[in-house]
C-alpha cells in the first residue's frame, strides 16, 4: 500500500513554455502533499506544501507565480512550472502524507527545458 | 535554526559493515526517518525511530538516542548495490520534515 505515482516520468520543453507535472496518491488519501527539487548531487530542497482545498504554502526563495500549485483533491496534487527556462531543468519529486509523519515519495519527474 | 549533519561521503567495501551518523538540532522532535537515494531516483523509506534505541530490519538497522540528538544507520553484509545516498529526515515540533544533506556511500569491490 502507500502507493505515490507521478506523471510524466521525464519531460522535455522549449524555454518559455509550461509544464504540468501530477502527482496522485493511488491507494490513500493524503492530507498534505509536498512538492521538492532536486538538483544534481544536491539534497531534496523542499519547494512548498499543499493542503487540499487550500493555497500552498511556499519556502522562502520559490517563486508561487511560477511554480503553481493545485491540491484539487485528496488523492491529486499538481506542479505547474510556468515559463520555463532551462535553469528550472531539475529532478522534481512529489511526497504524500497521511496522518502525522510518513511521507510516501512519488518516482520523481525529470524536467529538461532546453 | 534547525540543523541536521551527516557526512557528505563514505567509502565501505563489499561484505563490510558500515555506519552512517546523523546528527541533528530541531526545534521539537517527532521521529527520525531514514530513506536510500539511488541516482537519479526518488528516495525509498528505510527506517523510522521515535524511540530510543536500535530498530533492525535484515541487513539495516537504525539507532537514537534522543537525549544525544544523534542517530545512525548501519548497513551489514554490503553489496554492491547499497551504494547510494542515505538520508536522515527528523520531524519536528509542527510535524514538518527537516532533511539532512545526505550521504553518499560508495561500496567498492
Known amino acids: 500500500g502507500a502507493v505515490v505515482s507521478q506523471h510524466p516520468s521525464w519531460v522535455i520543453c522549449k524555454s518559455g513554455t509550461s509544464v504540468k507535472i501530477e502527482c496522485r496518491s493511488l491507494?490513500?488519501?493524503?492530507?498534505?502533499m509536498f512538492w521538492y527539487r532536486q538538483f544534481p548531487k544536491q539534497s531534496l530542497m523542499l519547494m512548498a506544501t499543499?493542503?487540499?482545498?487550500?493555497?500552498?504554502?511556499?519556502e522562502q526563495g520559490v517563486e508561487k507565480d511560477k511554480f503553481l500549485i493545485n491540491h484539487a483533491s485528496l488523492t491529486l496534487s499538481t506542479l505547474t512550472v510556468t515559463s520555463a527556462h532551462p535553469e528550472d531543468s531539475s529532478f522534481y519529486i512529489c511526497?504524500?502524507?497521511?496522518?502525522?509523519?510518513?511521507?510516501?515519495f512519488g518516482p520523481g519527474t525529470r524536467l529538461t527545458v532546453t | 535554526g534547525q540543523n541536521i549533519d551527516q557526512p557528505t561521503e563514505m567509502t565501505a567495501t563489499e561484505g563490510a559493515i558500515v555506519q552512517i551518523n546523523c546528527t541533528y538540532q530541531t526545534s521539537g522532535f517527532n521521529g527520525l526517518f531514514w530513506y536510500q537515494q539511488h541516482a537519479g531516483e526518488a528516495p525509498t523509506f528505510l527506517s523510522y525511530?521515535?524511540l530510543d534505541g536500535l530498530e533492525e530490519k535484515g541487513r539495516f538497522s537504525s539507532f537514537l538516542s534522543r537525549s544525544k540528538g544523534y542517530s545512525y544507520l548501519l548497513l551489514k553484509e554490503l553489496q554492491m548495490k547499497d551504494s547510494a545516498s542515505y538520508l536522515c529526515?527528523?520531524?519536528?515540533?509542527?510535524?514538518?520534515?527537516?532533511w539532512g544533506a545526505g550521504t553518499k556511500l560508495i561500496i567498492k569491490p
Open positions: 525511530n521515535v
Open positions: 499543499s493542503n487540499e482545498g487550500s493555497k500552498a504554502t511556499y
Open positions: 511526497s504524500a502524507r497521511t496522518g502525522d509523519y510518513e511521507q510516501y
Open positions: 529526515a527528523v520531524i519536528d515540533s509542527n510535524y514538518q520534515l527537516i
Open positions: 491507494d490513500f488519501q493524503a492530507t498534505t
